[in-house]
C-alpha cells in the first residue's frame, strides 16, 4: 500500500462543502487501491465511478453560483476525466496493468486537478470577498 492515497491538510482548498468530498474521494481512492479480491476492487471501481460525478455536480454547481469565469474549462476537465475513467472501466479485468493504470489516473485527478483547478476556484472565491 503507498501513500498516494493519503489525505494531507495541503489538498484543501477552504471551501467546506468541496473539502468534505475531497477527503471522500481519497478514501473511496485508497480503498480501490487496498482491495484484495476482484469483488472488492468492483465495488471500490463503482464507487469511484458514482461519487465523482456527485462530486463534480456540486463543484459545477457551486462555481456557476460564484460566476466563476473559469466554469468551461474547468467543467471540460471533468468531462475528460469521466470520459477517461469510462473507457477503462469498460474492459476492467483487475489485473495489474489495468489496476496500475486505473490508480495512475486517479492519481493525477484526485491529487492533481485538485491542488491546481479546484484551488484556482477558491482562490477567485478569495478576491470577491
Ligand atoms: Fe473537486
Ligand atoms: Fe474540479
Known sequence: MSDIFKWNDEYLIGI?????????????????????TDSQSIKALMEVFR???????????????????????????????????NDLVADFDNSLEERD?????????VVDH????????SSFVDTKT
Not at 101 to 109: P, R
Open 101 to 109: 493504470k486505473l490508480i495512475a489516473l486517479l492519481a493525477h485527478w
Open 51 to 85: 461519487y465523482t460525478r456527485e462530486h463534480f455536480t456540486l463543484e459545477e454547481e457551486f462555481m456557476k453560483k460564484v460566476n466563476y469565469p473559469g466554469y468551461y474549462e474547468h467543467e471540460q476537465e471533468h468531462e475528460t476525466f469521466i470520459d477517461e475513467l
Open 114 to 121: 485538485i491542488c491546481n483547478s479546484d484551488h484556482l476556484i
Open 16 to 36: 467546506d462543502e468541496i473539502d468534505e468530498q475531497h477527503k471522500r474521494l481519497f478514501s473511496i481512492a485508497a480503498t480501490f487501491e487496498q482491495a484484495k
